[in-house]
């Protein structure tokens, strides 16, 4: 089989992938929870691929050493564009299943904002008003390395949901970092989550905050996530973030 026709046919495969995942099940998550996972998003190869990719420094627009700003410690690269195939694929066909969810939650947070159906629509939004930085990225971890609970908003259009894809196996190739998730409830201590994940599962989850409904009606609630400690050996993941940055 030659390279373009592989090429073709690993682009179809990750596509079906996409296609197939349960996506009702997944709003329902993403309504209770604030996150949902997409099991065997990408299969061991594309995991691999995508994760070599670090060494080459020229497909990345900028490098993040987190400790140099309290980030937390580790690094990651910014891809730049044009994007990986894989990447660009996983940013524009999980768009589409991912905006009537935002859209729901900004009408039912009393917010006028709405997305379009297209992702290359929303992308041209960010784009006119001066977003133009790609934001997928590709982060990884050694044994003591962590990333503090942060959320990545980047400029004035941001989508409220956000995706990560676990890269290594736990448990073979790192121990430790775990994905966390916390929630900021009020007049409520804050509630914490962690998410299990296997190598190729994506986890979606909100940026910002989600609405909940609540005897008084629908509130806010505010969210972050990070990676705790990894206790040994390399995680990588990759991160897709749907607006662009200033």
């Known amino acids: 089989m030659s390279a373009a026709i592989a090429l073709r046919a690993d682009a179809k ?19 209770a929870s604030g996150h949902a996972i997409l099991p065997g998003l990408l299969d061991d190869a594309e995991c691999r691929s995508i994760a070599a990719l670090y060494e080459r ?18 690094e990651y690269r910014y891809f730049a564009y044009p994007l990986p195939a894989a990447v660009a694929m996983l940013r524009t066909a999980v768009y589409p299943y991912l905006a009537p969810v935002a859209n ?16 290359a629509d929303f992308l041209q939004r960010c784009h ?14 050694d044994a003591g390395d962590y990333n503090c609970l942060h959320q990545d908003l980047y400029g004035e259009h941001v989508f409220p949901l956000q995706m990560a894809v676990l890269l290594s196996q736990p448990g073979t190739e790192f121990e430790g970092g775990e994905f966390v998730l916390t929630e900021q409830r009020p007049r409520m201590q804050s509630r914490v989550e962690v998410v299990p994940l296997r190598r190729g599962d994506a986890v979606v989850f909100a940026v910002h ?26 995680r990588h993941t990759l991160g897709i973030v749907f607006h662009d940055a200033q």
């Open 13 to 31: 495969a990750l596509a079906q992938r996409i296609a197939w995942q349960d996506w009702e099940r997944t709003a329902a998550s993403l309504d």
């Open 57 to 74: 420094p020229e497909g990345f627009r900028s490098r993040v050493v987190m400790a140099r700003h309290g980030f937390g410690s580790g």
């Open 104 to 119: 729901r939650w900004n009408a039912a947070m009393g917010l006028d904002v709405r997305y379009p159906e297209a992702h």
């Open 128 to 141: 006119d008003a001066g977003q133009s930085r790609p934001t997928p990225l590709l982060l990884r971890y």
């Open 209 to 234: 905050h989600r609405p909940v409904a609540g005897t008084r009606g629908t509130y806010r609630i505010n969210l972050r996530h990070g990676v705790s400690r990894v206790r040994s050996g390399r």
